[in-house]
């Protein structure tokens, strides 16, 4: 017997189950000011979350790939991780202490990332949030 795997929900279904979830004898129910969706389903909105995603994604598969190969030279690679460099000072001790450097690294570059590309265009949508709270939009 195989299994049929239902096709993934797509936006569309999934805003209807919500909406169906949502829904009361008396109606529909509020679930949040429109303004939301309307700022969800716009092109600043995408480009926001492009924005973001061009720069976390790649960062995190460089820290899960540089902190992996970290933990898989630890556990198979003795010879080399225990040779030493200086004194007590090891490859281990080493490159142990640049994965704080590297996480340290990695936040300093997004924070600045973040305020010339993600922040504009997050203010963007503030302001357009703002409008439409005071009644402009």
């Known amino acids: 017997m195989t299994a049929i795997t239902p096709p993934a929900p797509t936006l569309a279904t999934q805003r209807e189950v919500l909406d169906a979830m949502t829904t009361t004898e008396s109606g529909p129910a509020a679930r949040h000011d429109p303004v939301y969706d309307e700022i969800f389903d716009s092109a600043e909105f995408k480009d926001l979350r492009r924005r973001y995603q ?10 899960l790939g540089w902190y992996g190969l970290y933990v898989l030279a630890s556990n198979y690679a003795h010879g080399f991780m225990s040779h030493t460099l200086v004194g007590n000072i090891n490859v281990a001790l080493v490159w142990g202490l640049l994965q704080f450097v590297t996480t340290f690294l990695i936040a300093y570059l997004y924070a600045r990332y973040s305020s010339t590309h993600i922040d504009p265009a997050a203010r963007r949508l503030e302001k357009k949030y703002d409008d439409h709270m005071r009644g402009g939009l």
């Open 54 to 63: 061009k720069f976390v994604f790649p960062a995190s598969v460089f820290f």
